[in-house]
């Protein structure tokens, strides 16, 4: 996103810019728009334990709350995570209006795509198809040989399964070679095989697209 604004407005987000660790759990403070460098954050709407999104490196959280700081309530790390924040009120110094508005307008049907496309995968596909999915998302998002922090439990709270589906889940992809499970962590040991057992529904959509291509917006 930096990239497609002009030199000025980079620097003003750079010189007012605060590193900032999310453990898990933790959530993103208000009145800050937050980039996120690595981790994988949750949307979690009115607090559900079921996450309904995912942000994930390279995209930049908050955008919506330069309208309603409540609009973004809800939304916590998945996995510890890694980036910098900055002041909503630099973004409003540094951006007019105008460019402000017809981003969030993009903004907002893009996250509306996004959420469609997640509630009909929940509707039609097994969970052994939607675990590989998730596990392929998170793998790709924190990219450590060492695999996913992750428990089983915590995965079926996000998923919304039962624990005897997620560890069903995990066991067909463990038997099918695509992962390799340890205590509180899940190793992708073959990303092809994941793949042929996850749903295409993330083919279907760029998670975070509009947050981290908004050039053609920028003009």
Known sequence: MLNALSVDVRLGICERAENLYLPEDGAPPPGRLYFLKSGVLGIFPGGHPVCAGTIVPGSV???EALLDDKAVSGTRAI????GFSVPLSTIRS???DSWIFKFLAAHAVARARITGIEAACNARHTASQRTAKWILR????????NGISITQARLADLLGFQRTSINASCGHLRDRGAIRIRRGRL???DVHALEEIACNCDSELVEGRMEREPARLAH
């Open 61 to 63: 959280f908050g955008w």
């Open 79 to 82: 996995i510890p995570s890694d």
């Open 94 to 96: 540094l951006l007019d």
């Open 138 to 145: 998170l793998h790709q998002a924190v990219r450590d040989p």
């Open 187 to 189: 190793i992708v040991s």
